[in-house]
Structure formats: C-alpha cells, structure tokens
C-alpha cells in the first residue's frame, strides 16, 4: 500500500458514506466537525452523493439539531392520549408507589399530599412509558441538513445489521456500480462481509476507522480517524 493525500480520480465518480455512530462515536460538539472531515477526504474519489448515519437515540443526541429532530419526530407518533403503550407489547411500568409498600412503608398522609404525590407519580409513570415505547420502537428515517439517519433500537448490533442492510439495498438498485465508492466509517468486523458484497457488486470501498488493520485490508483505501484526508490505498 502506499498514501497520498491528494488523488486524482474522475469527477463523474460518485462516492456514498455510511457511518455506523455506534460503533465510532466522537464527543458531543465533534460529530458534525468530523462528518465535515469525512465528506471533504472522500471527495478526493468522486462527488459526495449520500451521507447514510446509523445509530441508537444516544448517539444521535450528541448532535443537536439531530435530536431535536428526533423528537419533533416522537412528538408526532407519541402523546399523552396516542395509545403509547401499543408500542411497549402491553408493559407496564411498575406503579411508583409499588416501592413504598413492598418495603413495608405506609403511604398514609393528607388528601392534599397524597393528591400531589398521585400527580408526580402518574407524570413519573407517563414518562416511563413513553420512554419505555421509545427504545422499542422500530427503526426511524429521517434526513436533517443533508444527512440521512436511521435510527435504530439500543440493542447489540442493531447498528451495523441496518448499516449493512441499507447500503446493499440501495447499491443493488443502482444499475452500474463501476464508478461508485462506498465509504464506510466503522472498525465493527462485520462491515467484512459489506466490504466482499461491495466488491462482488463491482463498487469501490473506502474505509474510515481507528483500527487499521481491522478492515483496512478489505477496502480499496483506507484511512485513519486520527489522520482523515490521508489516505492509504491500493487498487484504485
């Protein structure tokens, strides 16, 4: 392999980034600064067509305007009278005041007290609901500023699995790939078997990542997270 940080490649290539937030998560503040970063290294390969970022709630909250989104986007699907729990398979938060009585506690007080502790416990019992239906919801899109963003459930590996499940169904319905470069920012070693469909599709990989020799050897070029822009290539 060799590097270079300036390649001259056809500007009729295309190049797609799909970034798994999961797996390679920077500090809140950084993402965006870092994405920039991202799309200005790949368009050395060809224009930047798709920017695909995949990741649970938590990730996403690291950026701002992307949560807010989100939420704009909860707001819509759940309420306070939107059947929330139709979401959660009939769970039921525990009753606030459950805790309380299984130590042997009395609950007993004035009717003034009480009234407001109800009224604390049905807001506690409210949130717990919607934030229960929340983590099992199906996986979101959206697109904010450009950037498109599946949001998936904070389960194990539900991030690469809808990473790898989006890139090839979008490159198999794209007729020709031969100038096509799909640019993966992930260190996840299940991004392999996306690396060998890439290629038997007849694209292009890139991959961004912090472990070079996790992925760097399935890709097209390679290039560091702590050194973006430079890259190290081979058979480009």
Same mark, same amino acid.
């Given at each position: ?168 169904? !979008?490159?198999? @319905?794209? @007729? ?27 694209? @292009? ?5 912090? @472990?070079?020799?996790? !992925? ?21």
């Amino acid at each position: 392999s060799s590097s270079s940080s300036s390649i001259s490649l056809s500007s009729a290539n295309s190049v797609w980034i799909f970034w798994d937030l999961d797996n390679i998560c920077p500090k809140a503040g950084e993402v965006e600064n870092r994405l920039d970063l991202i799309r200005s290294a790949a368009e050395q390969f060809g224009e930047v067509k798709r920017i695909e970022v995949v990741a649970n709630r938590r990730s996403i909250a690291r950026v701002k305007k992307w949560n807010a989104a989100l939420e704009d986007l909860d707001s819509v699907v759940l309420s306070p009278t939107a059947g929330v729990m139709d979401l959660t398979d009939g769970y039921q938060p525990p009753d606030p005041t459950e805790n309380s009585r299984s130590l042997g506690f009395s609950t007993a007080s004035t009717s003034r007290s009480s009234g407001r502790r109800k009224s604390r416990a049905a807001g506690r019992r409210l949130r717990w609901q919607q934030e229960f239906a929340k983590s099992r919801m199906q996986t979101q899109c959206l697109v904010v500023g450009g950037v498109s963003l599946t949001v998936v459930p904070n389960i194990p590996q539900a991030a690469d699995k809808a990473l790898q499940s989006l890139a090839l169904s !979008l490159l198999e @319905k794209k @007729k020709s790939l031969s100038t096509t470069y799909i640019c993966v920012v992930s260190d996840d070693t299940d991004m392999e078997s996306l690396l060998h469909e890439v290629k038997e599709l007849g694209a @292009k990989s890139l991959v961004v990542g912090k @472990k070079q020799k996790s !992925l760097a050897r399935f890709s097209n070029a390679f290039c560091s997270w702590w050194s973006i822009g430079t890259w190290f290539y081979q058979n480009i």
